[in-house]
């Protein structure tokens, strides 16, 4: 019997875990499958597009980031797109559910007058880069090479960056594929799902709810991103927006990145012809609607990459706040009072999401004496 088709027993260890969005969604999947009885709780319905993880272009670029990020990050995100595709392959076979996903690289360009700032975002990666991966990880990219990896910008830009190392995947898919596996686990009595149902505090073996109720586990974790705020010293929300776009005659085979002095923006195809739009981040806690000055530059860019775009449909404009910490950095460890965090995945969260909920679902399986999925002990003994 797979790991998938376990029932556990009233005897079980039972996890409650407060928030359902990327995080808690993965790390609820991750424990089913070895063996424990979850309880996921959510402020939110699961179809729910308001926050950040539907709201993101779930972008797995750990060479990019690295003009911002540290060694800690990208070695997160290099090792999160090895097991995104570990990961994504049991989903499939569990729920029948397929997600979007590609490593086939990320292309940056930028306009001619915008070269300054392209040669510096390649200083910045080329100096950050492990010298393991300095060969390959950033190769330059003239218009010939620009034109072959993306036919739709051929004799558009003379000068760009290949970052072969990354890739992508639909989040929206994503989600849906993990609530499909979490309803299944509900109809088999090891899983529950308490949406709209706020958490007020979570507790090393417990969590009270917004309408005064308290809950007792084997173990709680608190997943709730921004929604933490005042349990979790110094965490804030950092606002991003995206438009998405629907250009069904308009091809890309990878995300680009169109470097500019203001912003960083980048543009990631989906299937059925959308294409998800954004800036990395505005420093602002604003979680109102998108402004009519980013709709103006994100649109703006978009038909720059390509006139093409101008005929494309608008289908959302979005904003949401990631949750971050003063140092950028994500935590997966239980606090100085014993209670499980999982939070600060900043703009990274599908960057590294794999390998910080993996870390956390190794700690709390060893706290609470849960073995191996069985099809990944398999897998390890072939």
């Known amino acids: ?3 998938a088709a376990q029932r556990p027993g009233a005897s079980a260890p039972h996890v409650g875990i407060a928030g359902a ?3 808690g969604r993965l790390l609820a999947w991750r424990l089913l499958r070895r063996g424990a009885r979850v309880s996921l709780f959510d402020a939110g319905a699961r179809d729910d597009r308001g926050s950040a993880g539907p709201t993101a272009a779930a972008m797995l670029s750990p060479t990019a980031e690295l003009a911002v990020a540290d060694a800690r990050i990208h070695e997160l995100g290099t090792r999160s797109l090895d097991l995104w595709a570990r990961w994504l392959q049991a989903l499939h076979a569990q729920t029948g559910r397929e997600v979007y996903f590609r490593r086939e690289g990320t292309l940056v360009v930028a306009h001619a007058p915008d070269r300054a700032s392209l040669a510096h975002y390649a200083s910045l ?20 090479r620009i034109g072959a990896l993306e036919p739709l910008l051929a004799g558009r830009f003379a000068n760009g960056l290949f970052l072969p190392r990354e890739g992508q995947l639909a989040n929206d898919q994503l989600y849906e594929a993990l609530a499909a596996a979490l309803d299944a686990a509900q109809g088999a009595g090891a899983a529950t799902w308490h949406e709209r149902c706020a958490v007020e505090s979570v507790q090393p073996r417990g969590l009270l709810t ?8 084997d173990l709680a974790v608190d997943c709730r991103g921004v929604g933490a705020r005042g349990e979790l010293a110094g965490l804030h929300g950092v606002r991003g927006e995206v438009l998405t776009v629907a250009a069904p005659g308009v091809e890309l085979r990878r995300p680009v990145r169109l470097i500019h002095p203001r912003y960083a923006l980048y543009v990631a195809p989906r299937p059925g012809g959308r ?23 994100l649109g703006s860019a978009l038909y720059s990459l390509h006139p093409d775009f101008g005929e494309a449909r608008v289908l959302r404009l979005a904003a949401a706040l990631r949750p971050a910490l003063p140092d950028r950095q994500p935590v997966a460890a239980p606090d100085a009072q014993g209670v ?15 390998a910080v909920v993996g870390e956390a679902e190794q700690g709390i399986a060893e706290a609470l004496g849960l073995p191996r999925a069985v099809d990944e002990e398999l897998r390890d003994a072939a």
């Open 21 to 23: 969005g990327l995080a």
């Open 125 to 144: 990666l080329r100096a950050h880069v492990p010298a393991t991966e300095a060969a390959d990880s950033v190769q330059p990219a003239d218009a010939q």
């Open 275 to 297: 294409f998800i739009v954004g800036a990395t981040e505005l420093d602002s806690e604003d979680a109102g609607p998108i402004t009519l000055r980013s709709t103006l530059e």
């Open 210 to 217: 917004r309408d005064g109720k308290s809950h007792a586990f």
């Open 340 to 354: 499980w965090r999982i939070n600060g995945l900043f703009r990274h969260g599908y960057l590294i999401a794999p």
């Open 1 to 3: 019997m797979s790991a």
